[in-house]
């Protein structure tokens, strides 16, 4: 979701507090942005999830709920104080919350930026229509697949005629926002590339153009289980044909003026630091919060256990300033800290904020910062 909570367009201010937190190794303002989960609520069984794959041996079955509405204004008014930018639904499917276009429409009156991050199977006219009124900022789809027949093999309960009704609902928002005139919210098509779709990646880029959405997300799969990578990860050979495939890509989106975001297959930044070692700043920026109000610090969680605290218990602000927060950022800022811990760093979804940090705080110029 790199395009979505992107610390290059926070106010200076804002960015200000940040670093002066991340130097004195203690926060001065709220995260950038919060994902707020129905934790394995989800209506799919995907293949790379490391919940509901069939690859898993032991499917999680956990208790399954939403942040109820009252801890959710709560969060939202401490979050608006704080500072957030962005509240962020994901991390599972966020429309099976009956309750999720109210808490939208809350979030806003705090000026708060949504975004939603969805499989799309659950999305249709009436709440498509909703978003579009509502001003969503942020809209990602995760199709997975450039053809109808493809996404069965990654989504395996659905069917080739799901993969043509999300994109004819895509395609509606996108007609929608011309009719209202409005550029929200903004759009993004997005794919995690395994040897079961890799030779997708062209055919998916077309969707762009054909469902009128400006920005394309590609990712390499990232393997939650061993059981995960031995079935799914891509060969050596694969990976050379993906760069083939995103070379053709790269042409596609110019031509047709499409946005991509493509950095794990050696994107256009460059860093004088390798990603192996490059400090997460994430406990600067950001919170995982559960539905049974669990808060996290990394989105690798590892159950209760992996938690700073509860919101149903003590407010956000109580946590989020507390010495096991604080502790969390000095120790676990390196990587072999937060690898022992059995978080899954450096996530390539992180990295470009975390360059983007490394690389201020490391060059002089204020000029820079700015």
Request: glycine content about 6%; some cysteine.
């Amino acid at each position: 979701m790199s395009y979505i909570q992107n610390i290059k367009d926070v106010d200076f201010l804002y960015k200000s507090k940040v670093l002066a937190g991340i130097l004195l190794k203690r926060a001065f303002a709220g995260p950038y942005f919060v994902v707020i989960t129905g934790r394995y609520r989800c209506n799919y069984r995907c293949i790379f999830c490391g919940a509901f794959s069939e690859f898993i041996k032991n499917e999680i079955t956990r208790p399954r709920y939403y942040v109820n509405m009252d801890v959710f204004k709560g969060l939202v008014r401490e979050l608006s104080i704080l500072g957030t930018k962005i509240a962020s639904f994901g991390d599972f499917e966020p429309f099976m919350d009956t309750q999720l276009i109210e808490k939208i429409e809350y979030a806003k009156q705090y000026n708060l930026g949504c975004s939603i991050t969805t499989n799309g199977s659950l999305i249709n006219e009436e709440n498509a229509e909703k978003i579009v009124n509502l001003k969503l900022d942020y809209l990602s789809v995760s199709i997975n697949a450039g053809k109808p027949e493809t996404y069965p093999r990654i989504h395996v309960t659905e069917t080739e005629e799901t993969f043509e009704r999300i994109v004819s609902m895509i395609s509606l928002i996108e007609k929608l926002k011309e009719k209202k005139r409005t550029s929200f919210p903004r759009t993004r098509l997005s794919m995690v590339v395994c040897n079961r779709n890799y030779h997708d990646i062209v055919k998916f880029v077309g969707l762009c153009r054909e469902t009128g959405v400006r920005n394309f997300f590609i990712k390499r799969m990232i393997p939650p289980s061993k059981e995960i990578a031995e079935e799914l990860a891509l060969t050596h050979e694969q990976e050379k044909e993906v760069k083939k495939y995103i070379a053709k890509v790269l042409n596609f989106a110019r031509k047709y003026d499409i946005n991509v975001d493509w950095a794990e297959w050696g994107g256009p930044q460059k860093t004088r630091v390798k990603k192996e070692d490059m400090p997460c700043y994430y406990g600067w920026l950001f919170s995982l919060i559960d539905g049974n109000g669990d808060v996290h610090p990394c989105c690798f969680v590892q159950g209760p256990t992996s938690a700073i605290g509860n919101i149903r218990k003590d407010k956000f602000r109580t946590l989020w300033f507390s010495k096991k927060y604080q502790n969390f950022r000095r120790k676990y800022k390196n990587i072999d800290e937060r690898r022992k811990m059995g978080y899954l760093c450096n996530h390539p979804s992180c990295f470009p904020n975390n360059q983007r940090i490394y690389e201020i705080l490391h060059r002089p110029s204020l000029g820079y910062i700015i």
